[in-house]
């Protein structure tokens, strides 16, 4: 079992930051790949950013340059700058076991609004 807990979302002006957190709690959880997914209203959940537990890093070219993915124990972050209206979403925190990939567990989501 595998307990994800979001943080940091809330509503910033066009071109601020944003720093989001993940806290996980569980068992082997260097087994897991983290990642942040988003949806916007009416859109599908979409990957923001992943890491291996080795560190390899993957994201989705609309934020790469100003969008960041780390891990440090059982926290994963997403540093988000330059944040555009488009960015606009629920943020969601993910934890897949790489090898019994049926276990992925999800947090509750934390809201990013970006607005004059």
């Known amino acids: 079992q595998v307990q994800l807990v979001e943080s940091g979302g809330g509503l910033v002006q066009p071109g601020g930051s944003l720093r989001l957190s993940c806290a996980a709690s569980?068992?082997?959880?260097?087994?897991?790949?983290m990642g942040w997914y988003r949806q916007a209203p009416g859109k599908q959940r979409e990957l923001v950013a992943t890491?291996?537990?080795?560190?390899s890093l993957n994201y989705r070219d609309s934020v790469k340059g100003r969008f960041t993915i780390s891990r440090e124990q059982n926290t994963v972050c997403l540093q988000m700058n330059d944040l555009k209206p488009e960015d606009t979403a629920v943020y969601y925190c993910?934890?897949?076991?790489?090898?019994?990939?049926?276990?992925?567990?999800w947090g509750q989501g934390t809201q990013v609004t970006v607005s004059s």
């Open positions: 569980g068992n082997a959880l260097g087994r897991y790949d």
């Open positions: 993910n934890a897949q076991n790489r090898v019994l990939r049926q276990y992925s567990y």
């Open positions: 890491i291996t537990p080795g560190g």
